[in-house]
């Protein structure tokens, strides 16, 4: 028996599918601007904070990167509001998000801060600077402009792992191919257009995140 592929739904639940790919970018956009933040802060106390506080970094960073971003989301959904903290499907996700990015550019931004070459922190030492102000004028942007690649990766990682926040309801893309499919019984075609979709998105962000780079490294860019 053949298969008859059926669009006709697109115009019926574009409001759907748009309002999905509105909360994913919003997703995206707060988890990697807060995340890579995070992510700075953790590297920065891994690599060059004090003692008291490095294997502290070290267990929230192994706790996240060895364990599923699900749930990473279902703990701060379902399991914190046990504790009294109640939140929104979209302010768990934004979390979970933020929370993740923030382990795993922790490691990368670490790497590119272990491979400054030593020199840079004598020079900075060498105009009275405090180790704090050399990390943020000598150190931080040699780093981010070696490892902005191998971090925007990451975020595209990121972006296309919050297709799972649908589990929690967040209103997402997926959510809104699940609600598509659960309407017209079109499950091929709604994941098919939902994929399409995710692929644009992935490719667009990385292009973006490239533009960004070449705006904040305008070095690299010569080079």
Known sequence: MSYHFEFNWLAQYYPEIVKGIGVTLQLILIGAVLGIALGIACAWARALGPAWLKPIVATYVELIRNTPFLIQLFFIFFGLPSLGLQLGELQAANIAMVVNLGAYSCEIIRAGIQSTPKGQFEAGASLAMTPFETFRHVVLVPSLQRIWPALS??????????????????????????????????????YMVSTVIYLVLAILLRQVLAVIGSFIFPRRTAQ
Do not use: C, H, K, Y
């Open 153 to 190: 990766s990451q975020v595209v990682i990121v972006m296309l792992g919050s297709s799972v926040v649908s589990q929690i309801a967040a209103e997402d893309l997926t959510f809104a191919a699940n609600f598509i499919q659960s309407r017209t019984f079109r499950a091929f075609e709604a």
